[in-house]
């Protein structure tokens, strides 16, 4: 069966939401399961355990540039099939 | 604040940032004013009463400035709102007295432990940005009960969703309201309950006249209050210590003289490995399950929180919806990675100043805390010198400095006492003072509206006006008789007024708004009605409100965490699945609903207030303790005391709190609640017919940036 153009954009937006709840969980919640191995590290200069530094910033920082970029990266999904709104 | 809609946006982009740039300078400047007051020996509680009444003005001043006579102003802000400044407004509404007061002392106490809400209560906005929000805002929706209407079959699916707005909605709004209190009478030394009213008057003047259109522009003012205010303090305090003005670089520094510190400590027998919770160790507060359960049933549960979904409502588009999302997570982010600072600061602070040293040399700013009771040295509140030492005189065995074990701080203290840690000037508390009062008003703004809207719209455009009009009377006279008989049964209690009785100043005040509204009722057109029934209900939703939370109920501050975790079993699975999903049926989610929000409430109110019943009933087990994994309580032993099968017991009762199945704390309860609704809906679906084909066609169009939103185009 051809695929219509409403079906590709509905595909495309799907695998971009996989995509980023993917990223989301690793660094929502698989990176700080690790959290033990990751604090025998400390960061030069600032002197952070590198867990306790990914809970405190390192995540959140990932989760705003996530943003910025899903909300990027949707919009020329969306533009692509021509069913983004006007500028 | 453009009022012509014929205005380009980019003008009024541009307009708005030369308004706001002004408004930030100003406010510089004033900060600048009361700091020459203080050289000038103006007393302290001037300087206090002049931050507060002057925030507070302007934000009345907003609000009167924006009121709006049009329906979708009220409701939506005219949806015309850029994405940043939609950003910064969510960000106020977000952050709440808890956060900005509560967040850095949790870090405090808790150490690594207390980053679950740092990390669940920012990693929720990614769920907001890819599931749910930019979806609602073109189906064009004004309140989210709507949409649970609108794709699931009508009033009572709509029903449900305000039941699970107003439950997860109004203790939150109580806890605001008590944060005002709390923070006024601290700062400006004012009798709790007067200064919840004053926090009241504060909000309605905010969100009465104008709505949601009001709401929004007092909000970015808030939210520029609040960040200056919360980030000032310890800026300050990084440039004097370490001589760089980002704290949330330098305190790595300070972690690694804490866990030092800690070591030296426990050697030199100033703290017991009992007493002594390593910063950096993680899974000492909590165990591994509940750490990650609060982690994500904030994150669900921000994705379920109308008051923060509406916020995306109110955007010129759904591409602006989905960058605002962005935008709002960098100005919350912006308080949240500063948190961990203030915290490593204070304990900084708390270990190389106060423990292990002589007890006749205590450092004087503890005393101002010690005299309210939030800080106890050796037993006693740390009211003075003298006390502080006869305590420690009276304990066998005391060494003669303060150990560890011997201190005792309120997780409140943290935040305001940073600047008098510092030895900055007073000038900057009452910024701090500022600051937390924007933070509780801006959010207590959102959830009223949030409230009141659900019962204006939802409840009273929606459900009662189509009725016919015998039918109408009745369902209006039997809600008014509840209303008043609830205000008879519940409020008992004497006011702040003169001591009259709450009962009696309600009825009255009831009274004398219904003989307010009537002559503007008699005559006006449908939606001046519309708009007067919301505004009506907004005042006595804040008045129940500020009446509860001015009888102080014990568990007011865990009950905004349980908010979450109902609103992330009544509304997540709906929400995700009616937009995700096409097969999802009506009476799939009501269902699911009714099941994921029952088995939630219901896990939370047994091992709450009937905890005897779970154990004998419901199988429930004790907690165990994180560290050694021992039960919490002697379930055998407990349960032989005459007071075991208590119901509504308070914190004292040995089982309260501390009962549950799986080890689960009750702020988790989400966590059962949620999946359950989702395999109820999945199954139930499968079982029913599926949505008709043009409901269907409606779910692909909300999937579609592009077009008219769904629910005009229906209309």
Known sequence: MQETNDQAHWRRTTKLMLAHLGIWFFFGYVIHMFVNTLNQYTIPILKFPLGFYMAAQGSLIVFVVMLFVFAYQQDKIDREHGVAEDD | ?715
């Open chain 2, 1 to 715: 604040m453009a009022t012509q809609t014929s205005q380009s946006s980019a003008d009024f982009y541009k307009q708005l940032g030369r308004m706001y740039g002004t408004y930030t300078g100003g406010f510089l400047a004033f900060i600048i004013f009361v700091a020459v007051l203080e050289q000038l020996r103006v007393p302290n509680y001037i300087l206090g009463y002049l931050f507060v009444f002057f925030t507070l003005a302007v934000y009345a001043i907003i609000g009167v400035a924006t009121r709006t006579a049009q329906v979708s102003e009220y409701y939506v802000a005219g949806r015309r709102v850029p994405a940043f400044y939609n950003g910064m407004a969510t960000g106020a509404d977000w952050m709440s007295a808890a956060s900005f007061v509560g967040m850095a002392g949790t870090l405090f106490l808790a150490g690594y432990d207390g980053l679950a809400w740092v990390l669940g209560w920012t990693g929720g906005f990614v769920l907001v940005s890819i599931l749910v929000g930019p979806y609602l805002r073109k189906f064009g929706a004004y309140t989210v009960p709507d949409f649970m209407a609108f794709r699931f079959g009508g009033n009572f699916a709509r029903f449900l969703g305000v039941i699970v707005l107003v439950a997860c909605s109004f203790t939150y709004v109580t806890a605001q309201i008590y944060g005002t209190g709390i923070i006024a009478s601290r700062f400006l030394g004012m009798q709790f309950e007067i200064a919840v009213f004053v926090g009241l008057v504060g909000i309605l003047l905010c969100a009465m006249l104008g709505g949601m259109r009001a709401v929004t522009w007092t909000q970015i003012a808030q939210y520029i209050v609040l960040i200056i205010a919360y980030l000032t303090p310890i800026i300050i305090l990084s440039t004097k210590k370490y001589g760089i003005p980002i704290p949330e670089l330098t305190y790595g520094q300070a972690i690694a003289e804490i866990t030092a510190r800690e070591q030296e400590m426990l050697q030199t027998g100033l703290a017991t490995k009992a007493a002594l919770k390593p910063h950096i160790e993680p899974f000492v507060t909590y165990t591994p399950l509940n750490y990650f359960g609060i982690i994500f049933c904030m994150m669900v549960g921000t994705a379920s929180l109308p008051h923060i979904l509406m916020r995306y409502f109110t955007t010129p588009s759904v591409r602006e919806a989905r960058q605002s999302v962005g935008w709002s997570l960098f100005f919350i982010f912006l308080l949240y990675f500063s948190a961990p600072a203030y915290a490593a600061f204070s304990k900084l602070e708390v270990y190389t100043n106060i423990i292990g040293r002589d007890v006749a040399s205590i450092r004087p700013w503890l005393f101002t805390w010690g005299e309210l009771g939030l800080i106890q040295i050796c037993g006693k509140n740390a009211v003075n010198l003298d006390a502080v030492v006869a305590a420690c005189k009276g304990i066998a065995g005391h060494p003669g400095v303060v150990r560890l074990q011997d201190f005792v701080i309120n997780t409140d203290v943290i935040v305001l006492s940073t600047p008098e840690i510092a030895g900055l000037p007073y000038v900057i508390s009452g910024l701090v003072a500022a600051g937390g009062l924007a933070a509780a008003l801006s959010t207590a703004d959102g959830l009223l509206l949030a409230i009141a809207n659900a019962l204006s719209h939802d409840i009273y455009y929606k459900m009662i006006t189509p009725l016919r009009s015998g039918l109408r009377y009745l369902v209006i006279t039997v809600i008014g008789a509840a209303v008043v008989a609830s205000i008879l049964l519940l409020l008992p209690g004497p006011s702040p007024i003169y001591g009259i009785p709450w009962r009696w100043l309600l009825l009255g005040g009831l009274a004398a708004l219904i003989a307010a509204v009537i002559p503007f009722w008699t005559g006006a057109t449908e939606v001046a009605k519309r708009l007067i029934v919301a505004r009506v209900l907004l005042l006595l939703v804040a008045v129940a409100a500020a009446a509860t939370a001015s009888t102080r109920p014990s568990d007011i501050l865990a009950m905004v965490g349980w908010a979450f975790s109902l609103a992330m079993a009544g509304n997540f699975p709906a929400l995700v699945m009616g937009i995700w999903w096409k097969r999802s049926t009506t009476t799939a989610a009501i269902c699911g609903m009714i099941a994921g929000f029952g088995l939630c409430l219901f896990y939370l109110v047994v091992t709450r207030y009937l905890p005897g019943i779970g154990v004998a009933y419901f199988g429930m087990t004790s907690l165990l303790n994180p560290v050694t994994g021992a039960p919490l309580v002697d379930i055998a032993k407990a349960m032989a005391l005459p007071n075991a099968m208590e119901s509504f017991p308070t914190l004292a009762h040995p089982l309260a709190n501390k009962v549950g199945w799986f080890n689960l704390n009750n702020i988790n309860c989400g966590l059962l609640g949620m999946p359950l609704g989702f395999l109820v809906i999945y199954v139930v679906s499968l079982f029913t017919k599926a949505p008709s084909a043009e409901l269907q066609a409606y779910i692909d169009e909300i999937r579609k940036p592009r077009g008219q939103t769904v629910l005009e185009e229906k209309t």
